[in-house]
C-alpha cells in the first residue's frame, strides 16, 4: 500500500535501555547522564522524539522524559528475550499485553513498539490487539559504499492500521575514521532527499552507544537537527514522533482493529 503525504516528515526514534551483552559496571549511570544530555538538546530545538524503554510504566528514565514539554512519546523496546521466533506466540502475547497495560494505567500513551536485536515477522495481530501502531524494526544497511546517495526508507503498512516505519539512518555511525562515527552529511542529505520525495526520513539513536563516542557523536546530531529545524521553518518539513507519522500515514484518523478475526495470544 503505497501512501503520499502533503509533505516530507522527520522523526527519531531513541533506544534507550541497557545491554546485558555489554561489559561494564556504569551503564546505568552513563546512560542516565546521556539520556539527560539528548533530552536538553532535542528540547533546545523543540523536536519530539520516540524513546523506546523494556517497561515504560516503571523506567526509571519515564518521569523524567515526561518532565519535558516537547512532546515526546514514549515506547516499549522489544528484544529477542520475548520477542522473535525463539520466544513464541504464547509469551510474546504475554509481556506484550504486560507491558501495554502497565503503561497505559500510568497514564502512558503506548503506541510504538521498537525492536532491538529481534525481527518480527509472525503475530503481528497481537500489535493490532493492543492497538499498537507502530512497528520499529532494526536499522538495516542498504549499502556500504561511503558516496552512495542517502536511501529515504518508506513506511509498510502491515495489516489493520499497523505500520512498519524502518530507520534511514542509525547513530551514532560505525565510522572507525570519523569521529563520533560520522552521519553529519547523510543525515542532512537524507532530510533533503525526504523533502524532494514527500518522504519519511527516520533517524535510530542508540543511546548507549552514544555514552561510547562522547560528545562527538551529539555534535554530529545537533548538526542533523539545525539542518532539519531550518527546512521546518522553511515549511518543508514536519518533525513529529512515530506516532505522529502513523496518524499522519493514516489520514489522521484512529483505525479501529477488527477484532473479529485477531487469534488468541
Known amino acids: 500500500m503505497s501512501c503520499v503525504l502533503p509533505s516530507a516528515v522527520f522523526c527519531i526514534s531513541v533506544d534507550l535501555e541497557l545491554d546485558p551483552l555489554r561489559s561494564g559496571r556504569d551503564q546505568p549511570k552513563s546512560l542516565d547522564a546521556t539520556t539527560r544530555r539528548l533530552l536538553k538538546l532535542l528540547d533546545e530545538y523543540r523536536l519530539p522524539a520516540t524513546w523506546a524503554v523494556a517497561d515504560p510504566a516503571v523506567s526509571a528514565a519515564t518521569e523524567v522524559l515526561l518532565s519535558s514539554e516537547t512532546g515526546h512519546e514514549i515506547a516499549i523496546l522489544g528484544e529477542q528475550t520475548w520477542v522473535g521466533n525463539e520466544s513464541g506466540r504464547m509469551r510474546f502475547g504475554r509481556e506484550l499485553a504486560r507491558r501495554v497495560a502497565h503503561g497505559r494505567a500510568a497514564g502512558l ?43 529515504c526508507q518508506a513506511p509498510a503498512a502491515l495489516r489493520f492500521g499497523l505500520w512498519g516505519i524502518p530507520a534511514s539512518l542509525r547513530l551514532p555511525g560505525t565510522s572507525r575514521w570519523k569521529l563520533g562515527g560520522g552521519g553529519r552529511r547523510r543525515g542532512r542529505n537524507g532530510i533533503d532527499e525526504a523533502i524532494a520525495n514527500r518522504g519519511v526520513y527516520h533517524i535510530q539513536i542508540d543511546a548507549l552507544e552514544f555514552t561510547e563516542r562522547g560528545h562527538m557523536a551529539e555534535h554530529v546530531l545537533e548538526s542533523i537537527l539545525r539542518h532539519a529545524t531550518l527546512r521546518q521553518r522553511e515549511g518543508a518539513l514536519e518533525i513529529v514522533t512515530l506516532a505522529g507519522v502513523s496518524r499522519k500515514l493514516g489520514g489522521e484518523r484512529t483505525s479501529t482493529p477488527a477484532r473479529s478475526i485477531l487469534h488468541a495470544a
Open 109 to 151: 500513551n503506548i503506541s510504538t513498539l521498537a525492536l532491538r536485536g529481534t525481527e518480527l515477522i509472525d503475530h503481528l495481530d497481537l500489535l493490532v490487539k493492543q492497538d499498537i501502531s507502530v512497528l520499529r524494526g532494526e536499522f538495516r544497511e542498504m549499502t556500504t559504499r561511503w558516496f552512495s546517495k542517502p536511501v
